[in-house]
Each structure stands twice: as structure tokens, then as C-alpha cells.
């Protein structure tokens, strides 16, 4: 339990971060971070983009279950 609590606490101090670059133009986000590990947003998007390649025919839905299963592979 402490382990989830831990999660979500990093999880929504790191939502805020991203880099940018001196136009102010988001190049990638933080969207999580698990340990000393983050997650990027680019890295779901890979993760979409290819599950697409596969499955046309799926939706934007898939995205949660993709970053679930970034975040147990980094946990």
C-alpha cells in the first residue's frame, strides 16, 4: 500500500515538469515517475503508435492500459 501511495505522490509532482526548448514549445513531458525512473510522454506515444501498427482498428482508449503496463515494467 505504501508502494501505491508512494507512486501517486510522484506521479503528481512530476505532472508538472516537461522541457521545452527557448521558443516554449513542449518537446516531451514527464508524465510519471517511478523511483528514479521517469516515463515520457514520447515513449507511450511509441508505444501507441506501434500497438496501431498492429491493430488499426483500436482507439486512443488503449493509451491508459500502455502506460500501465510502461509503469509495472519500470516499477
Known amino acids: 500500500m505504501k508502494n501505491i501511495f508512494a507512486f501517486l505522490?510522484?506521479?503528481g509532482l512530476g505532472a508538472p515538469f516537461y522541457t521545452a526548448?527557448?521558443?516554449g514549445e513542449n518537446l516531451?513531458?514527464?508524465?510519471?515517475i517511478v523511483g528514479d525512473k521517469i516515463i515520457l510522454r514520447s515513449e507511450i506515444d511509441a508505444a501507441f503508435?506501434?500497438?496501431?501498427r498492429e491493430n488499426p482498428?483500436?482507439?486512443d482508449s488503449i493509451k491508459?492500459?500502455?502506460m500501465e503496463q510502461t509503469?509495472?515494467?519500470k516499477f
Do not use: F, P, R
Open 71 to 73: 509503469l509495472l515494467q
Open 9 to 11: 505522490l510522484l506521479l
Open 28 to 32: 516531451d513531458k514527464i508524465v510519471a
Open 64 to 66: 491508459c492500459q500502455l
Open 49 to 52: 503508435e506501434d500497438y496501431k
Open 21 to 23: 526548448n527557448a521558443q
Open 57 to 59: 482498428s483500436i482507439g
